[in-house]
Nanobody, 125 residues
Framework: QVQLVESGGGLVPSGGSLRLSCAAS????????MGWFRQAPGKEREMVASITRGGKTDYCVDSLKGRFTISRDNTKNTVYLQMSSLKPEDTAVYYC??????????????????WGKGTLVTVSP
């Protein structure tokens, strides 16, 4: 019903920058909070940042503050993560998450949580 597709990952040297994008499509009534998570090899998935429909942001990892910036374009149903001053420890699969209101089969509006498949970010030393 709803698909989230991430893009923008890749290999970057330490100190470099990347911009991740996540576009939502499908049977969307509205999108509430969108966010980025990451999972490094051998570690649990952690929340990186989130942004409400109104643009209020929350950064969940202290070491990322000032280096990562989350933003969104509601007209495109897209959330972005601008990453700068990347470090090898930022290497992870980055996942997009969205709280989406959809129109259910009976015509009611229901809220559901969706995930993208992830995009790999590799930061070389």
């Amino acid at each position: 019903q709803v698909q989230l597709v991430e893009s923008g990952g890749g290999l970057v040297p330490s100190g470099g920058s990347l911009r991740l994008s996540c576009a939502a499509s499908g049977n969307i009534f509205s999108i509430n909070t969108m966010g980025w998570f990451r999972q490094a090899p051998g570690k649990e998935r952690e929340m990186v940042a989130s942004i409400t429909r109104g643009g209020k942001t929350d950064y969940c990892v202290d070491s990322l503050k000032g280096r990562f910036t989350i933003s969104r374009d509601n007209t495109k149903n897209t959330v972005y993560l601008q990453m700068s001053s990347l470090k090898p420890e930022d290497t992870a699969v980055y996942y997009c998450n969205a709280d989406v209101d959809i129109i259910d089969s009976d015509g009611s509006v229901v809220g559901r949580d969706y995930w993208g498949k992830g995009t790999l970010v590799t930061v070389s030393p």
